[in-house]
């Protein structure tokens, strides 16, 4: 059985693609981050995330979203703070 699961190159050009469609989306992180906080609890979940990446046509498996998320998670606290967009994206 093959083993389903994407090589970490593929996540870093997934993840590359992801950032330059958040550049083209929003003039800064903070309105990034301002509008993908959905809940305004002052962090982006994991549903929130999905959402967007699904709104732009990312119909990811669990897997792929998952290793995605934990890339933006920067502290790995479960959710994504502006610090982690600000220590992942820059």
């Given at each position: 059985?093959?083993?389903?699961?994407?090589?970490?190159?593929?996540i870093?050009?997934?993840t590359?693609?992801?950032?330059?469609?958040?550049?083209?989306q929003w003039?800064?992180?903070?309105?990034?981050?301002?509008?993908?906080?959905?809940?305004k609890?002052?962090?982006?979940?994991?549903?929130?995330l999905e959402h967007?990446?699904?709104?732009?046509?990312f119909?990811?498996?669990?897997?792929?979203?998952?290793q995605?998320?934990?890339?933006?998670?920067?502290d790995?606290d479960?959710?994504?703070?502006?610090?982690?967009?600000?220590?992942?994206?820059?």
């Amino acid at each position: 059985m093959k083993e389903n699961k994407v090589e970490f190159e593929d996540i870093d050009k997934l993840t590359n693609t992801i950032m330059r469609k958040f550049a083209e989306q929003w003039n800064t992180l903070q309105k990034a981050f301002n509008d993908m906080c959905k809940s305004k609890e002052g962090n982006v979940k994991k549903y929130d995330l999905e959402h967007l990446l699904e709104h732009w046509g990312f119909h990811l498996k669990p897997k792929v979203f998952e290793q995605i998320f934990q890339k933006l998670d920067y502290d790995k606290d479960g959710v994504i703070s502006y610090q982690d967009l600000q220590n992942t994206v820059g």
